[in-house]
């Protein structure tokens, strides 16, 4: 399974973004499809995750802000965030998690100025 990640930016505190997941391979092996972040000098984050049933999980300090979603017909992952806060600035990285592996992509920097 291949990941690509685009739609970073820069953009203003409260200001909007969608971050798109491009999935390419034996995208059926996935069990969950996930959106990660991480800031200089600090450890990767689980921002939101999505399963094979639509089944939803936030980080607590996303949530009722940013919505994950798939489109299964084009095999890729959205990543809505609303309202956004300086402290979203990390990179983003989407993850397509197997039962064995996990498969990473490249990543896409989101910076929010205040």
């Known amino acids: 399974v291949q990941v690509v990640e685009s739609g970073g930016g820069l953009v203003q505190a409260g200001e909007s973004l969608r971050l798109s997941c491009a999935a390419s391979?034996?995208?059926?092996?996935?069990?969950?499809w996930g959106w990660y972040r991480q800031a200089p000098g600090k450890q990767r984050e689980l921002v939101a995750r999505i399963d094979t049933h639509g089944d939803t999980l936030y980080g607590d300090s996303v949530k009722g802000r940013f919505t994950i979603s798939r489109d299964s017909a084009k095999d890729t992952v959205y990543l809505q965030m609303e309202s956004l806060k300086p402290d979203d600035t990390a990179f983003y990285y989407c993850?397509?998690?197997?039962?064995?592996?996990?498969?990473w992509g490249q990543g896409t920097q989101v910076t929010v100025s205040s």
């Open positions: 391979g034996s995208t059926f092996r996935v069990i969950y």
């Open positions: 993850n397509g998690r197997e039962r064995s592996t996990n498969n």
